[in-house]
Nanobody, 115 residues
Framework: QVQLVESGGGLVQPGGSLRLSCAATSIFRFSIMGWYRRAPGKQRELVAFITESGTTNYADFVKGRFTISRDNAKNTVYLQMNSLKPEDTAVYFC??????????WGQGTQVTVSS
């Protein structure tokens, strides 16, 4: 059974940091993994991804602030989020890149950046 469980979100002030974790089943070791987010009233967007071999890519709006990493031995993907801005407020999800119509989704973890 495939499963994705996100954690680590919370309420932080602008300029603060959070570290998100995604616990995944072992099949995702062979996939490109990404972090997505959905802000209120907006469509889901891809934030960053990391390949099986560790190559990373970031959306321009987080480049230089966020770092994606993975530990395949622990079946875990991380997103270190620094210099957070109010516009980063969203529910954050991890999943394969790209997703398909039958791709399973976790519950996500809420990140709120507010003073």
């Amino acid at each position: 059974q495939v499963q994705l469980v996100e954690s680590g979100g919370g309420l932080v002030q602008p300029g603060g940091s959070l570290r998100l974790s995604c616990a995944a089943t072992s099949i995702f070791r062979f996939s490109i993994m990404g972090w997505y987010r959905r802000a209120p009233g907006k469509q889901r967007e891809l934030v960053a991804f990391i390949t099986e071999s560790g190559t990373t890519n970031y959306a321009d709006f987080v480049k230089g602030r966020f770092t994606i990493s993975r530990d395949n031995a622990k079946n875990t993907v991380y997103l270190q989020m620094n210099s957070l801005k109010p516009e980063d407020t969203a529910v954050y999800f991890c999943n394969v890149v790209p997703t398909y119509s039958d791709s399973p989704w976790g519950q996500g973890t809420q990140v709120t950046v507010s003073s």
